[in-house]
Nanobody
Framework: QVQLVESGGGLVQAGGSLRLSCASS????????MAWFRQAPGKEREFVAAIGWTGTNTFYADSVNGRFTISRDNAKNTVYLQMNSLESDDTAVYYC???????????????????WGQGTQVTVSS
């Protein structure tokens, strides 16, 4: 069983930065593809970024590409999302997700992930 706990959310002004963390308590963290999704009020959950289990492959939604960076530290069982140049449209609850050996072509599909965190709120004020 994998448990995911997100942290690092908060209130930030537009143009600012935040770094989200997601700590995993499960074993074999290095075999899991990890991802971040987000859900704004009244909207469906959407893909933000993913990183393969080797850490060499990363994927981003067009809306965050060039502003957000996903990374992982397998020694700490943690995945990060560095968010720069934040915009009001980035306001949402951000969720961490994990799935073992999920392939690259499926990394953007929320229904492919078996494990989810409880979410952390990110609010960007304009």
């Amino acid at each position: 069983q994998v448990q995911l706990v997100e942290s690092g959310g908060g209130l930030v002004q537009a143009g600012g930065s935040l770094r989200l963390s997601c700590a995993s308590s499960g074993r074999a963290f290095s075999s899991y593809t990890m991802a971040w999704f987000r859900q704004a009020p009244g909207k469906e959950r959407e893909f933000v970024a993913a990183i393969g289990w080797t850490g060499t492959n990363t994927f981003y939604a067009d809306s965050v590409n060039g502003r957000f960076t996903i990374s992982r530290d397998n020694a700490k069982n943690t995945v990060y999302l560095q968010m720069n140049s934040l915009e009001s449209d980035d306001t949402a609850v951000y969720y961490c997700a994990a799935d073992q050996y999920l392939s690259a072509y499926a990394a953007q599909r929320s229904y492919e992930y078996d494990y989810w965190g409880q979410g952390t709120q990110v609010t960007v004020s304009s």
